[in-house]
């Protein structure tokens, strides 16, 4: 499996949707505060307990930075990408010493059904126009999410146009284009779009990685603890020991025991049981199987047993994880 594949794979397993499309057009001078995820997370995805936010710039510039704390001005250019991975509260601005209070009509306005892609227009200034798109993802950040926890407050792509193998520039241009489109699905293709960029935005993000560094995606690209990865996630139902892990990874059961848990911060069979409570937690929430058809997926010989394992670690029985009761 490669990596690309391998984390679409871990997205659509702590379901990582896209479900809402901004496009913004704005002339100098203007600024635009992103609202705190709490206030936004129902709108983004009913049941989302974690919004991702990342925005394109299309044509122009513009500057972006952290708010609450401060973090400092970043200037973005036509084909810049920046992501939210924690959805940190930020400003978007014309000039880096704008500021803004947040607003919520936007949200509001799509919480009352209107269609996607939304059209914002702070063109109240004269100059320096600038177009970009705005996207809302929504996923799942508990029991476990081990990749958006390693990912850093912010996410930036310089040059999305013209980087790597154009893979990203052909999205960003798709998205473009579908933003003045108005046939049937837009919106679904949208979505998809903003799914499709996030996934590479990460896979950027990880291959920038130095040699030697600690973290999920570091140990993603390490030979023996990213093969260790694969097959943990691959088959998480399966009685996996270190030795037999160690095997199949193709080192020493020690190599690989101080390797996984010295750049992933825990032992490989931890790990392994946080994964396992994910996957349970996505299929729950799924409603298509029963409690203990999960607990055979994900390696529980009995019902009753996976129910305990479930509840010491999310604090709720799966019935009312299933309820819609979870809580980050």
Not at 27 to 43: C, D, G, L, N, Y
Not at 61 to 77: D, E, K, S, V
Not at 156 to 173: N, Q, R, T
Not at 229 to 248: C, I, K, Q, Y
């Amino acid at each position: 499996m490669s990596e690309q594949d391998f984390l679409s794979e871990m997205l659509r397993s702590v379901r990582l949707s896209g479900a809402l499309f901004f496009e913004v057009d704005a002339a100098a001078p203007w600024v635009a505060a992103a609202p705190p995820k709490e206030r936004i997370a129902p709108t983004v995805v009913s049941d989302a307990r974690h919004v991702i936010e990342y925005h394109v710039i299309v044509e122009g510039t513009c500057w972006t930075r952290l708010t609450n704390p401060n973090g400092p001005p970043i200037a973005l250019g036509p084909g810049s990408v920046v992501v939210f991975p924690h959805g940190d509260t930020h400003v978007l601005a014309s000039d880096p010493g704008l500021d803004a209070e947040p607003s919520l009509a936007a949200f509001d306005e799509v919480a009352r059904g209107r269609s996607l892609p939304f059209h914002i227009d702070h063109r109240g200034g004269r100059t320096g126009t600038t177009r970009l798109l705005c996207g809302f993802l929504g996923c799942d950040v508990a029991p476990f999410n081990p990749l958006i926890s390693a990912l850093p407050r912010v996410i930036h792509v310089p040059d999305g146009y013209e980087s790597g193998d154009g893979f990203l520039g052909s999205l960003i241009a798709a998205a473009a284009r579908e933003t003045d489109a108005t046939g049937a699905g837009s919106d679904g293709v949208l979505v998809k779009l903003s799914e499709l960029i996030f996934i590479e935005v990460i896979r950027r993000h990880a291959a920038s990685i130095p040699d030697g560094a600690d973290g999920w995606l570091a140990g993603l690209r390490d030979p023996a603890v990213g093969r260790a990865l694969r097959l943990l996630h691959g088959d998480p139902a399966r009685s996996w020991t270190v030795g037999a892990l160690a095997r199949e990874a193709g080192v020493s059961r020690s190599v690989l025991a101080e390797r996984f848990t010295t750049m992933l911060g825990m032992p490989p069979m931890t790990y392994l049981s946080n994964w396992r409570m994910q996957r349970a937690a996505s299929l729950i929430k799924g409603g298509a199987v029963t409690i203990a058809q999960i607990a055979e997926q994900v390696g529980y010989e009995s019902e009753a047993s996976f129910s305990r394992a479930f509840k010491r670690a999310t604090g709720l029985s799966p019935a009312h994880w299933r309820q819609g009761a979870s809580v980050d």
